[in-house]
């Protein structure tokens, strides 16, 4: 049994509420209750099946919101992915994920309906995003059918704890992204610890503007808020300006952010009155310069709580104590749920204050990845994250570094791999390198350095602005290059692998310890 959709179904069954605020209107338990019947009566008709694959593509929405939870209550696994992916990566997605179903609008919708895909049904939003129309593959092309109200018996389909219910890749440093698969439980477990760390009760609302294609929306904002009975305030992205009036109109009392956006808030207009419902701002996904989060808080005189999580752990895996319980800037706070340690090489445990591997384990920890011949972050019942940190006497947790060459801008986390890929197939280029380069804003942005094939000025001017034009073209754009080096030739090892650290230090890029975390 799932007690996360048990949970979700008391709740949707219980007194009719205000529940989800999108686009200026509010929809109520009872709304998202029938919404939810309806798409399940959808995926019925289409024939899905439990642990089915279903490809999930919309921005932040109402719609989105429903579309997710009546996949993992039907017992389905959700797939969700950047609405505004390119479709080079999208092509790349499907191959790996290997959906059967989607769920799409806009630039997606058209590219499945247009071009080659293994997708066998397709559920397309109209363009307000209140009705789904279903498209059958037959014989290589698209047929629009009608369901005639197909009903689902819940209790044959539904979903036992163990199964999973999300499907997320996370981007490895061998350039094969990993396929991190969470459970019911795991999902539940997650948000349990969420809900305590924070003290979420029914009077909170949160205002969502992360995208709800990554764990931190999906667990930390929406379905820990509404497991605790809270209310979401929806935003289909970070808007500066709507940012203050929709925190002071709303009422908002709480928020998950990333550092990039904190930063922008301190270099906005700050409201006449800072309200007191707001009783604090969350940070993660990525370090949080102190110096920002002490201005934060002086400015405004709300608490910054930094916290640290990643996908294999169903989001949050440390977060710092809510006042009046001690905070600690530059810290990532203490574990909440799990059990944390930090290893050296041979997998001992290190004491207080040395810097090893940070290594996890709890209920909310996947203990594999799916379908996957490398398990190797998987020892002795532990996880091991590939960040370096370390714990002090009072258990509060440091990020210094990260062993995994992964670059981190903003909280995404980009593979080298890919984007070095993407520029390789490019006439012109004879070798490439990407890396990640210090940045005050985002803490990283990707930087290429390439061997030409040619390397007259003009000739090399040409190149840098294909290289950008073809990476705008083929690449979500966090992961195009902000900057592009030439170069006679990339430092490598002896077995031919380019060595990075020694290429950040010789374009004088080298990275500062403790700016990188999750």
Known sequence: MSYLIERLDDLLTGPDKPLIKDAGR?????????????????????????????????????????????VIGYGATVCPVNPEMPAYELRAFVNRCRPVYGIARGVHADEFLNGESSLKNL????????????????????????????AIVRKSREPAGDQIAILLYTSGTTGSPKAVGLTHDQVFAAAQN?????????????????????????VVAVLSTLLSGGKIVLESKFSASKFWKTVCEEKITWISAVPAVISIILNIEKPKEVPDHLRFVRSASAQLPILHARRFEQEFGIPIIESYGMTEAASQICVNPLPPEKRVLGSVGIPVGVELAISDESGQHLPPKTVGEIVIRGKNIITEYVKAENQDDFRDGWFHTGDVGYVNEEGYVFIVGRKKELINRGGEKISPYEVEEVIRGLPGVHQVAVIGVPDPKYGEQVAACIVPENDDPASLKALEEAVMEHCRRSLSSYKCPSKIKFAEELPVGPTGKIQRIRLKQEMGLQKIAGQSGR
């Open 194 to 218: 969420i809900i305590a760390s924070h003290r979420l009760t029914s009077d909170d609302i949160t205002y969502c503007f992360l995208p709800l294609f990554h764990i931190n929306a999906e």
């Open 26 to 70: 509010w929809y109520s338990t009872h709304e998202l209750q029938g919404d939810i019947a309806k798409i399940q009566s959808d995926l019925a008709a289409a024939g899905v099946q439990p642990g089915d694959r279903i490809l999930l593509s919309l921005p932040n929405s109402y719609t989105f919101a429903a579309a997710y939870m009546a």
């Open 123 to 150: 559920f397309v939003a109209d363009e307000k995003m209140q009705n789904f129309h279903w498209f059958v593959r037959s014989e290589g092309t698209w047929e629009e059918r009608k369901n005639q109200g197909a």
